[in-house]
């Protein structure tokens, strides 16, 4: 097995390979065969872990493993924690159903010895693009927050200026890393709300209003000095909470996100599935309730209903004038009549719309994410209620989860899928 460690490329940018950059954006730790990119990863998801655990669960002989894990560390890549390392305590899910031989049946147990990777031999930065403003964050190899994040405003939202006040973040990350005396990253996510191919270019982004294809990665890497990776946000989130999250060892799950728009994706295995239009927001006109209000595009009673236009919308008509979607979040907050009602409604109507994801894509476990996620949290019993409107009595409850918003988590997120493509190769 032949695997070469591969220097950061940060001066990647400045290199004449414009194009080569544009079929590959991002960088590689080293190179290796499809396994021990599979067990590196495997070790970072789920490490510390113990080696039998380990070949057990990529279904390695324990000499193979040990071959692989080999190169790794010579590499640099993982480390072996000592039996009395702290880091031993960690324990982080392993997939679902998954019993590990060695510990007699039950959950994992204590492991004499174990390979975590080493998560601050590289660092990477994260960068989530909302509407006029963005927020960066540089984080190591496990997805761990380095200092602060930095967040930026920009009137004009044409790639140009866009890239220059991303840089202005990168520059901000880099100056966080040098403080940390770490590497300067080798790296950076970017993730937006639209349709991007080949990890680069945007050939849709309607809150970015942009017209025909922009070949962010390029402009970004060039204007930053590292490779850059334009990422949609969604599927990021998704893949965040595959790797390092409330994903983590789940075989299939979907996330469901409230906000501007109406956001859905699947994951099976680890990887959000791969669907050339899903970006395109196609669930959202899916029905919800046929007594509902009517979208843009003329359904009556779609998922559309749950996104905060549209909820200012039927609010300002109960109230019988106009009024926000802040104003309706405010007067739900403190129990006033209209709003309580819509809220009520509103999440009777997302169970509706999770159970039809429920019964369709059969996932162990659906996450309620977005800016608006708190909607969410604020009546779980009309979701429950919704939900079992459209599950057959004997079937099982649908695992819900429903995640804050914290504009952090969707930096964290945009880093993760750079991560992931510099374990992966
Ligand atoms: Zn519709």
Redesign the pocket.
Known sequence: MHITSNVPRNDAATSPQDEETARQPLPSWFSGSEYTHRVAADILQYGPIARTTLAQLLGLSQGALSRITSDLLHYGVIEELNPDDPDLSVKKPLPLGFVPKESGGERRGRPQTALQIRKNERTFIGINVRGNSALATALNVSCEKIGESHSIDFEDQNPHQLCKALAELVHACVEDTDRARLSKPVAVGVSIGGHIINDSTVTFAPFLHWDGSVDLASMMTRECGIPTGIFNDLDSLLHYECWFEAGIGIPRFAVVTMGAGLGYSLAQNGQAIDYGDKSYGLI??TLVDPEGPR?Y?G?KG?A?CLTNDSIAEQYSLNLGKTASFEDFAHDARHGVPQATQLLNRTCFRLGVFIATVANIAMPQKVIVAGESSFVARMNTESIRKGIESYRHSQAGPVSLEILDDIWDRWACAAASRAISRYMLG
């Open positions: 959202a006109h979208c595009q359904h779609c559309e």
